[in-house]
Structure formats: structure tokens, C-alpha cells
């Protein structure tokens, strides 16, 4: 019973490494992803902001075409 116990764990150590290799890669994996959401947020601000600053001038050029005389 105790080989039988013991034959179910998996002592192999090139198993231990490659899931070591494979839990390393996943995390640069993770860390470049998270990376690159954090830029495309900050892009996504950026043109948020672009946005609102341009709506703002074609509202002041609006006003002020209503302000010319016809």
C-alpha cells in the first residue's frame, strides 16, 4: 500500500523544473500584460482629455458664430 501511495507522487525533478520555467514565464507574462493595460489607460485619459478640450472649443466657436452679425 505504501508503493502504491508513494508511486502517485511525482518526484521527478525535471517535472519540478518545468513547472517552475513555465510558472516564471507565466509571470512576465502577467507583468508585461499588466504593463501594457496600465499604458493604455493612461493613453485612454490622454485622448479623454483631448476629447473634452476640443468638445469645449467647438462649443466656444459655436457661441461665437451665434454672436456674429448676420
Known amino acids: 500500500m505504501a508503493k502504491a501511495l508513494l ?3 511525482h518526484s521527478d525533478q ?9 510558472n516564471m ?3 512576465m507574462r502577467v507583468r508585461d500584460l499588466e504593463e501594457l493595460v496600465a499604458r493604455l489607460q ?5 485622448l479623454a ?3 473634452a478640450a476640443a468638445a469645449l472649443l467647438d462649443l466656444q ?3 461665437l458664430k451665434e ?4
Open 14 to 22: 525535471r517535472t519540478a523544473a518545468n513547472l517552475s520555467s513555465e
Open 49 to 51: 482629455q483631448a476629447a
Open 61 to 63: 466657436s459655436e457661441e
Open 25 to 27: 514565464r507565466l509571470r
Open 67 to 70: 454672436m456674429q452679425p448676420v
Open 7 to 9: 508511486g502517485t507522487f
Open 42 to 46: 493612461d493613453e485612454n485619459d490622454h
